[in-house]
């Protein structure tokens, strides 16, 4: 029989020391006395005790017997409570409230900014997400995710701040320039470091929740860890789009002023972080030490030099652009057939359709692992372009809907398995880079794409746009021109794009696969302690894998 001994004066962060083990009755039997009081509990099953000590593990007003087994005394299945999952919760809560209500701003800068700082602007934005991505990684891991995932926050906030600056001194002064250009620059940082944290947040505490059961699968719960992410932000995008709807439609409020709502939102989000932990480093895949920003950008060549960061850089780059041609293709067309004021209803559907997708790529994910999901991602990245350039279903009515929900489960591949399969080709310290590259990969396409559709856009020159009255008055008479009921030709090109794209996921998902390193075999990605301690030069290791 196994006793954990409770003192009477110790230490808060000692929950007790389990100092023999035997069997009764030929199964394993397990008694707990209880620190708090002089009852014991007597479980069935072997016990796993979660002890909190200095090394990051969970407080000790939580003892935790982690145990599948039935409990005597409640009768009822004990499923363990994991500490660093409700953690991972709390930190993307406050992730998901921020970047929903960064993006539900996004769609109001067409109504406070003249049409040349709206269309250069955000085109310098997204170059500055590209090019943040970059450096995002090293600084994240200099950091760490929850602190540098806090700077990103705070970056959006700014970012905010001065967009609702820019709203201020109206269309016609000059001032909104520099006020929303300089937004921009801080918003391209933030976006790049709020995506990379990301990365080694879920990859740490998917590596802890297994430590806490032993029986866990890494990609189990990372795929549960990626739901988590995909549901909570999804459900955001609503929350907001739900509030800016009752802000606009309701209360008659104006843009000038929801972007101050967003921003305080933006705010207290940055704020909530707080009450995360950073969680404990994976010791058999990164240093315990945080690595300097020298050290972090010869992982980022690295990590360029290896192959599997090309080959997994297809989909999202196919997202990337199918987003765009979703933007300048079907959005255009409903608003003449259905008309603007159901956007944002089809936008929710659009949104559940990745929520519910998501849950169920997870089933599939544990069951068929992440290659199989990928292949319905790619199946949507074709599917969407080959109905718009045969058919024209887009043309009628309500099926547009058929386009966003395929949209929609893009996005779902792109948030559960695509993700997935970036964590598990690349661990630790290397998760970080990973996924800026995915924020970079994701920016791209829409980056190309903004600058050709700018190119055809209105000038302010043109007799629509004039100075006096409200900004969304000035606005609409800029961007409301009377739009044929037909195919946008550019819209045709970008869903050629895709298509390729689309067409391309699955064998650049198999040479990843084929170049990813077997299990024991050194990897250059996983280990860098291990590497610095045995010499170990990953461009020569890179070299003679790819001959």
Known sequence: MAEVASEEHRDVDQVGSINKNEKAGGSDVSTVISPWSSESVTIAGPLHVSAANSSGHPP???????????????????????????????????????????????DLEVFVLRPKVFGIGTALLFLGVIASSLVAGAIINALGPRRGSAYGFMGLVVY??????????????????????????????????????????????????????????????????????????????????????ILQVVLHISELWIIVVMAALCFLSAGSVLFSREPPVDDEHEETEAPSIRDGFKLLLRFYKDPRASFLA????????????????????????????????????????????????????????????????SLACIAGPVLY?????????????????????????YETACRGLMLDHFRGQMSSIAFASMTMQTFCGGMIFYFLDFIQ???????????????????????????????????????????????????????????????????????????????????????????
């Open 60 to 106: 000790s007003d939580s003892l935790k017997v982690e145990t599948g087994y039935q409990s005597p005394l409640s009768g009822t299945q004990q499923k363990p409570r994991s500490y660093w999952m409700r953690n991972y919760q709390i930190f993307i809560l406050a992730w998901s409230v921020n970047s929903g209500a960064a993006v539900t701003s996004f």
């Open 160 to 245: 905010l701040t001065f967009l609702a600056l820019a709203a201020a001194v109206g269309l016609c002064s000059d001032w909104q320039w520099p006020l929303f250009l300089l937004g921009a620059g801080l918003c391209g940082l933030g976006v790049a470091l709020v995506g990379a944290g990301l990365g080694p947040m879920a990859d740490r505490t998917t590596v802890a929740v297994c430590k806490e059961d032993p029986g866990a699968d890494y990609a189990t719960v990372s795929a549960k860890v990626m739901v988590i992410q995909a549901i909570f932000s999804n459900t955001a995008e609503c929350v907001m789009m739900l509030i800016l709807t």
């Open 314 to 377: 297809v989909y999202p780059l196919a997202l990337s652009c199918m987003s765009s041609w979703k933007t300048a293709g079907l959005t255009s067309i409903l608003k003449v057939t259905l008309g603007e004021q159901f956007v944002g209803a089809v936008m929710i559907i659009q949104t559940i359709s990745t929520v519910v997708f998501a849950k169920l790529a997870q089933l599939a994910i544990n069951r068929l692992g992440n290659s199989v999901v990928m292949a319905l991602g």
């Open 389 to 413: 350039l045969l058919t024209d279903l887009a043309l009628e009515s309500w099926w547009i809907v058929v386009f966003y929900s395929i949209v929609g489960i893009a996005w779902a591949v």
């Open 457 to 547: 856009s209105p000038e302010e020159s043109s007799p629509a746009f004039s100075c006096g009255g409200s900004p969304s008055t000035q606005l609409t008479s800029t961007f409301q021109q009377p739009v044929p009921l037909e195919k946008n030709p550019m819209a045709s090109a970008q869903a050629v794009v895709v298509l390729i794209l689309g067409l391309l996921v699955m064998p650049s998902v198999f040479l990843a696969n084929k170049y990813k390193p077997r299990q024991g075999d050194d990897d250059s990605h996983q280990d860098p302690k291990t590497q610095q301690e045995q010499g170990f030069d990953p461009a020569e290791s890179m070299q003679d894998s790819m001959a």
